[in-house]
């Protein structure tokens, strides 16, 4: 990744000059030396101090350089004065924690990150020395003979005993931990003493993890694998021996002791959730370099501002490439926009502890029993059976005798949902892929997932994802992860009140728990004005809205409409990028961009992912049909290239919601409970979601395989905890803004059209459709080579200059010009109006 340097000889030592930015990495490197010299002095002070100790107080400056006494440190007489007077007069053994700082400084001048990135640090750092002085001192500096404490610490602990007793210095101390838990840690001392302490274990592990950093999940590669991480179910081969159980239920089937297991084995099968029929919007990303990794940002010497990268605030983005600048060669970091941002702990969030999902042996056994009785009433014979617990549903797995037909079992679904007597039983016969039948029965204690559960799962945390989501738990209680980049939009539906708010919380989460602000950007769409407002308050980190906009969260039809369509500008200027670019998708462009080959001046820009997300689009299509549906179909399916994504959720599943132009465009969808089958079909073309037990359960389907999933749940109050932590940070000066938007009816308002209003492609789009008497916008799309939104606008104004007739429908509009004369005339008049 690393490009080799130029250096210019020219340039090198004396006339190196104040301002060059040589000057702090040539500090960095000195300090790292520094930093290295004092470590390996002060380890061997462990072993040496007590000989050297004598030689060195004698010693003064002077004495240094003179041919003094020998010691024994390893680094000579500077590293035994050192760490001596380190150690010995100022912070005893804590004094390790001053060369970490000495190391992390060198880093920041090296890397020329800002300054004040330090100051934090360091004061964080020197309150944890002191307190450790005192706390070792306190402890056992009066059995040590080694200064454990240091002068300081054993300064402060004979003041400190004097004035308080010594009894007080415990409190003291204690005072000091509890402020650390509360104030750094954020611990949450509302749950049980055993969450507690796995909350302060975590919160300890993850600093020795990340030694600190705010959030190294973020620093994804971009995705390669499939848009869902999770296994699918185990295979049930009848010949393959499968694990041993794990609670030993034992052979529970009648007849040849065939197998009945819980819970499956650790299958890492990926489901490839691409979408099935977009061939060509299938953009191959290569997994070349890193988006992300960890850089510098050459535009932040010395400017403390530094905010917004594409530079209209006076900072000087040329620096990102041109040759003047050949230390700018290193890669372009977007998170450096915001370099101090911390993305939420995890801390923040309730541990529900959902622990393994558990039922009773005696409901597996009963509901087991039954199932094999009721088929037997339809002499339907089978051969194995055997269970996966899930959080909330329990799935029997059956292999039927040779010559059973699965149709028959399919048939007898709502019979046996009967005789289990038990609501949700959803039958897949066959389970696709494998010759058995799986019957799911709801477990009688549901489990909870909780949301920190999931986003602490090993899955989430290394999921190298472009916009992972965390959704739920499998019926194998495996966490679900899945990539909106490449579903590449999602459409939610389900009846009031089964959780899809839930779902729609936990899919932000996800982005907000995984993603700088610099690289995601939400739109958010709430007619109901209520379930997304909250979201309101992260305006200047993660929210993408129109210029002069008040509210970030859109409410109102009308203002819809000037969203949705200037995000079809925006994905068209996108599209100019890469074409000028030379990128096929986003990944490829903003690749280049990093690695600095594309030229800001040029109007290139880091692109973040936009997330497009509509809570009830329902009462959106029932207010304003069309003008919705058409740039929602549009974005669709053209701008996944161009990284915008779209989730759509609606508590109205029907046919003239949930269209068939949505439908077609929306591969992915999750289905909540719904209140009848044909609901169902409409959301997943096929039944099953009416089957559902509701409280976040849910199928999640690609377009063919369904999986069913138990939902995370996050409460409203956890919601706003992770909101406001991320709204208390230091925003961008401007939020992200999307292009502005005039519609017909304001344009047709101001005046009417002027020659100077008109597009440079009218003329020729004008001609081609003379010439073929036929109004398409595809056609003129296709042989301009424009984008469809700019087409779209060129036939606009040429039905408001009378020239084609109004659009009807997706058919051709009519041409109201017979010949090229009468155009050409035409526009002249226009021209010479003025
Ligand atoms: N994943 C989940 N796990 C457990 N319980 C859940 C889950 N999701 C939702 N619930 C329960 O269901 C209730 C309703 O959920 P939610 O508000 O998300 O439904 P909704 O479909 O959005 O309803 P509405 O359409 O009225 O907004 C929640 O208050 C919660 O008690």
Redesign the pocket.
């Known amino acids: 990744m690393a490009k080799a340097k130029k250096k210019n000889p020219g340039q090198l030592g004396l006339r190196m000059g104040l301002k060059d930015e040589r000057l702090p990495k040539l500090f960095g490197v000195l300090l790292l030396i520094c930093a290295v010299y004092l470590g390996v002095a002060f380890l061997s002070y462990l072993f040496t101090w007590k000989v050297d100790q004598d030689r060195v107080l004698r010693f003064s400056w002077k004495l240094l350089l003179a041919d003094g006494p020998t010691v024994d440190n390893w680094l000579g007489r500077l590293g035994a004065f050192l760490s001596n007077f380190y150690i010995y007069y100022l912070f005893g053994l804590p004094s390790f924690g001053l060369i970490y700082l000495l190391w992390m400084l060198g880093l920041n001048r090296l890397r020329r990150q800002p300054l004040r990135l330090m100051g934090t640090l360091f004061v964080k750092v020197m309150l944890a020395i002191l307190a450790l002085a005192v706390l070792l001192e306190f402890a056992v500096g009066g059995w040590m003979q080694f200064p454990i404490g240091g002068g300081i610490g054993k300064y402060l602990v004979d003041h400190l005993t004097g004035v308080l007793g010594s009894f007080g210095v415990i409190l003291l101390l204690l005072a000091l931990v509890g402020l650390y838990l509360v104030f750094e840690a954020r611990i949450d001392f509302n749950g049980s003493p055993r969450q507690i302490r796995t909350d302060i274990v975590d919160h300890f592990s993850e600093r020795i993890r990340f030694r600190g950093k705010p959030s190294p999940e973020r620093f994804d590669a971009p995705g390669t694998g499939s848009a869902f991480s999770a296994p699918s179910n185990p295979p049930l081969a009848p010949a393959a021996a499968p694990p041993p159980p794990k609670s030993a239920p034992g052979s529970l089937s009648p007849g040849d002791g065939s197998i009945f297991e819980v819970d499956g084995p650790e299958l890492e099968t990926d489901r490839d959730f691409e979408q099935p029929r977009g061939s060509q919007m299938k953009m191959p990303l290569d997994a070349v370099g890193d988006l992300t990794l960890v850089s510098h940002d050459p535009l932040s010497i010395g400017k403390d501002n530094l905010i917004i990268a594409d530079g209209d605030t006076g900072i000087d983005t040329s620096l990102a490439v041109t040759e003047e600048n050949q230390d700018h060669s290193e890669p372009y970091d977007p998170t450096l926009d915001l370099p101090s941002y911390e993305s939420p702990h995890l801390q923040l969030l309730l541990d529900r502890e959902s622990g393994k999902a558990e039922v009773d042996r005696a409901e597996l056994e009963t509901n087991k029993d039954q199932i094999i009785e009721t088929l037997l009433n339809y002499k339907i014979e089978i051969t194995k059976i055997r269970a996966t617990i899930g959080p ?1 549903v329990t799935l029997y797995e059956i292999v039927p005798a040779p010559g059973v037909r699965i149709s028959r079992i399919k048939n007898l679904e709502d019979d046996i949902a009967l005789s289990l007597a038990a609501l949700g039983i959803r039958i897949i016969a066959p389970i696709p892929g494998r010759g058995t039948i799986g019957i799911e029965v709801p477990n009688k204690n ?1 489990q ?2 909780g949301m920190r559960e999931v986003l602490e799962s090993e899955k989430f945390r290394t999921a190298k994802m472009d916009l992972p989501l965390v959704l ?1 738990k499998t019926i194998k209680n495996e966490v679900l992860v899945a990539d909106l980049a490449k579903m590449p939009h999602l459409l939610v539906a ?13 899919i932000i989460m996800s982005l907000l728990y995984k993603k700088h602000p610099s690289q995601v950007k939400l739109v958010m769409i709430d007619p ?1 004005k209520v ?1 997304l407002f909250p979201y309101a308050k992260l305006e200047s980190h993660f929210l993408a809205f129109l210029p002069g906009q008040t509210e970030p969260i859109t409410t109102e039809t009308t203002k819809v409409i000037h969203i949705l369509n200037s995000l079809c500008i925006e994905m068209d200027q996108r599209y100019d990028l890469l074409k000028k670019a030379a990128a096929r998708n986003i990944k490829e462009y903003n690749e280049k961009f990093v690695a600095r080959r594309l030229n800001p001046e040029k109007g290139h820009k880091f692109l973040p992912f936009i997330v497009l997300i509509i ?2 689009f329902a009462d959106l299509i029932m207010t304003a049909g069309k003008e919705v549906e058409m740039p929602i179909a549009r974005l669709a399916q053209l701008s996944r290239a161009v990284g915008i994504h779209l989730v759509i ?1 609606t ?1 109205r599943p029907s046919v003239n919601i949930i269209t068939g132009v949505i439908k077609a465009n929306f591969p992915a969808r999750i289905a ?1 409970k719904v209140t009848a089958k044909v609901d169902s079909r409409t959301i997943l073309d096929a039944g099953g979601a009416d089957q559902l037990i ?5 199928l999640l389907s690609n377009g063919g395989d369904v999986v069913r999933l ?6 409203t109050p956890e919601v706003e905890e992770v909101i406001d932590f991320i709204a208390n940070q230091r925003g961008y000066v401007e939020p992200y803004l999307l292009p502005e938007y005039n519609t017909d009816e304001e344009m047709a308002g101001s005046s009417a059209l002027t020659y100077a209003d008109l597009d440079d492609m009218l003329e020729d789009a004008a001609k081609l459709i003379i010439q073929q008497q036929h109004g398409s916008t595809s056609m003129v799309q296709r042989r301009l080579k424009l984008g469809y939104n700019r087409a779209g606008r060129i036939m606009d104004q040429l039905e408001q200059l009378g020239i084609v007739g109004p659009a009807v429908g997706s058919k051709p509009r009519e041409v109201l010009v017979y010949d090229e004369q009468e155009l050409i005339r035409f526009i002249d008049d226009l021209r010479n109006r003025g």
């Open positions: 909330t549901p909870m997932v739920g389900g009846a009031t009140g089964q959780g899809k708010s839930v779902g729609i919380n936990s109901k379930e809570d009830e959720a508590q909540y509701g409280r976040g359960d849910m138990q939902g995370a749940f996050i409460d």
